[in-house]
């Protein structure tokens, strides 16, 4: 949990950080290794009062030959979630869910089907950005997913 402390900036100083099969680095710069968690679902950040948050779980990668984790990273707003999983990308709004496929998400500053939310794709990330409802133009926070080819 993020603690906001006067003498310190009130912004974090790094990203946090879920990558490989058990490395995360959180906000204060920490890094942990969470061992042989193939099930377990780690909560990397919400944002206080509101639905928003962002949490990531290790799935078996599909496609693959090679016995490796995948991250599942589930991103939660005031109105519906994004789901990344390798290529696979859906948005859930009230229990419908919708698949995005590669070269199909909305035109760049266009929404999805998520009125605050941006989906694209830059270089071999998926980003998604949420924006804050009360201001349009500015972003709450931005998740990037390196797409698995």
Do not use: H
């Not at 490395?23 to 061992?35: L, M, Q, S």
């Not at 909560?43 to 090679?66: A, H, P």
């Not at 694209?120 to 950005?129: A, D």
Request: hydrophobic letters at 35%; aromatic letters at 14%; charged letters at 25%.
């Amino acid at each position: 949990m993020w603690v906001e402390d006067s003498r310190i900036e009130k912004l974090p100083e790094y990203e946090c950080a879920a990558f490989g099969q058990d490395n995360y680095r959180t906000f204060d710069g920490k890094w942990i290794a969470f061992r042989g968690s193939v099930s377990c679902q780690y909560e990397l950040m919400f944002i206080k009062n509101t639905r928003n948050k962002v949490t990531v779980s290790n799935e078996l990668c599909k496609d693959s030959f090679e016995l490796l984790m995948c991250k599942k990273v589930v991103i939660e707003t005031d109105e519906g979630k994004v789901e990344l999983s390798q290529k696979d990308i859906k948005v859930i709004v009230n229990d419908v869910s919708r698949d995005y496929f590669p070269g199909d998400y909305p035109e760049p500053c266009g929404y999805s089907t998520l009125k605050n939310v941006e989906i694209f794709s830059k270089g071999l990330f998926v980003v998604v950005r949420v924006f804050n409802p009360y201001n349009p133009f500015q972003p709450l926070y931005e998740v990037s997913q390196l797409v698995m080819v």
